[in-house]
């Protein structure tokens, strides 16, 4: 009866565990495929912004730094509004702003710095927002950033 009562509490285990990361997933997908309408339906539901998605074994990263590295600056702004961590990193300690300054979006470098990102932060190799934007060769979201990081 023990085991049975074991295997039991396990198996609902599973279960709510299967039923919380759905919506993880679920968010996920939207985001990859670019789809504004269904994170926003996701988000109002419930989905958490800031869940981490692994996306490779061992490699975490957030839904921001995703949309961002899809471009998709409708999608950033839906998740800043339900709460998504501007300053979140991903395993390698990027931020979604590293992310935006090194594509050269002008656009969501503005973005995110205006809804609080940190143009000094670093990631696990020292690097800044600034670092990357200068690897990307973009001089309008350098000459921006430069003026941030004084």
């Known amino acids: 009866m023990k085991k049975l ?3 039991f509490g396990l198996l609902l285990g599973v279960v709510f ?3 919380a990361q759905a919506p993880s997933k679920d968010l996920f997908k939207a985001v ?8 926003e339906t996701l988000l109002k539901g419930g989905a958490d912004a800031n869940a981490a998605i692994e996306v490779m074994p061992g490699f975490k990263t957030t839904y921001l730094i995703t949309a961002v590295t899809n471009g998709n600056l409708d ?3 839906t998740l800043v509004q339900y709460k998504a961590q501007v300053n979140a990193k991903d395993a ?3 931020t979604a ?3 935006a300054a090194a594509k050269g979006d002008k656009a969501m470098v503005e ?3 205006a809804s609080g990102a940190d ?3 670093t990631d696990n190799q020292g690097n800044t927002a600034l670092n990357s934007a200068k690897a990307g060769g973009n001089k309008e979201v350098i000459s921006l950033l430069e003026q941030k990081s004084k």
């Open 5 to 7: 009562l074991l295997l």
């Open 75 to 77: 999608i950033v702004k």
């Open 92 to 94: 390698g300690q990027e």
């Open 17 to 19: 565990t299967s039923a």
């Open 97 to 99: 702003l590293m992310a």
């Open 111 to 113: 973005f995110l710095l």
């Open 119 to 121: 143009a000094k932060a």
């Open 32 to 39: 990859m495929k670019n789809d504004a309408a269904a994170v």
